[in-house]
């Protein structure tokens, strides 16, 4: 089996196992990576992760053009701005996640870090998660959003849609993405109550030890 159709296989895997665990629903998310030539493989428009067919995939080439598959996803824009803007990206995975988007809802601090430091994870797999504003789905100004963060980001979230990872393989970035979904439950669990969060010293301790980037 050859470097592609491997990789078109885990993508198809990944998405799977997302949607049997509820990750993501319906016709919901897309996914992306990073082929050896440059090019890239994309989730189709309007197909459900627990149904991905790896011969259908959309592929790009290294320039950007369509040459085979179906029709991508329309969050092309936000999928090429990661790709674009950050070194290192071999994947990003977009989902509708439900807890996610509730947080997403309420009224935050700081939309610069919004994901709470409840546990080390989130920071070692995630850095900083920009809160970016509602953009209507397709919208290529999501992609413009993501550009001005200039690769300060691996994972954004989307507000009353969903969050948006990018990772250097596709296992890492829904590993991520997994992390960003299970801190907002753990932040909607919490709300209100007298949480205690990691304090600023244990998160600069992680930031330091583990390389993490964390530019405001």
Known sequence: MSAEARLREQLCELAASLFQRGL????????????????LLVSPTGTSFGRLDPGRLARFDASG??????????EMPLHRAFYDTR??????????????????????DDPQNWLPPATPYAIMLLGKVTLLPYFRPGDAAMGDAVRGLNGRRAAVMLANHGPVVAGRTPEAACNAVE???????????LRGLPAQMLD?????????????EWED
Do not use: W
């Not at 998310?29 to 090019?39: H, K, L, Q, Y």
């Not at 600023?200 to 993490?212: E, G, K, T």
């Open 65 to 74: 053009r369509h040459v085979g598959g179906d029709a991508p996803t329309k």
């Open 179 to 189: 992390e960003l979904e299970a801190t907002a439950r753990l932040a909607l669990m």
């Open 200 to 212: 600023a010293a244990q998160v600069a301790d992680l930031v330091r030890v583990n390389r993490i």
């Open 24 to 39: 993501t629903h319906g016709s919901t998310g897309n996914i992306s990576a990073r082929c050896e030539d440059g090019g």
């Open 87 to 108: 070194d290192g990206t071999g994947a990003v995975v977009h989902l509708h996640s439900c807890h996610s988007v509730a947080l997403s809802m309420l009224p935050v």
